[in-house]
């Protein structure tokens, strides 16, 4: 008797050297461009554009580059956002004032400043100082009382030419003591 593997070899050799016998090699063939044709006529399918549209997503480079800019954009973006803050923090640390006489002329003008000191969480440019309201409204009076008396003291000497000379020759006096400091 022969051994399994010797009869394993024969029948595999026997299987390699038969050939199949086609019955109907016309109906296979019809089949396969049946298939072929049924392939290419689909026509438009989603897998078919998502495959045109993305197949960037698979070059390895380009994958790489755009997701380097897109966080260098994020990054330019948060440093932006940084700046605009600091800068708004800064705005709102000055103090504006757009016109020297009869900036407390009504009373509507010392409720609004009230409201901005109120809304600016009580900050100011120099220091950090907490006041009261009370203490806000008694400035302001002060403020405005000082500033009648001013323009009053303003119209006398306008009014009185020799004491208009005398306040003028003072304050040259002033000015040039100050610069001799």
Known sequence: MKPESEKYNEVLNLLRKSKPVLDSTDDIEREVIKRISKVNSSGLRLSGVLDFLFSWVYIGWVRRTLIAASAALVLIFIYQQAIILKRIDAISRQTVVTDKENL???????????????????????????????????????VKELQIKYKDLENLIEGDPELKKL????LIENNNNNLNL
């Open 104 to 142: 407390f002329t009504h009373s509507d003008e010392i409720a609004k400043l009230l409201m901005v000191y109120r809304n600016s969480g009580k900050r100011f440019p120099s220091k950090t100082i907490t006041i009261s309201e009370s203490q806000m409204n008694e400035l302001l009076e002060s």
């Open 167 to 170: 306040v003028h020759k003072k």
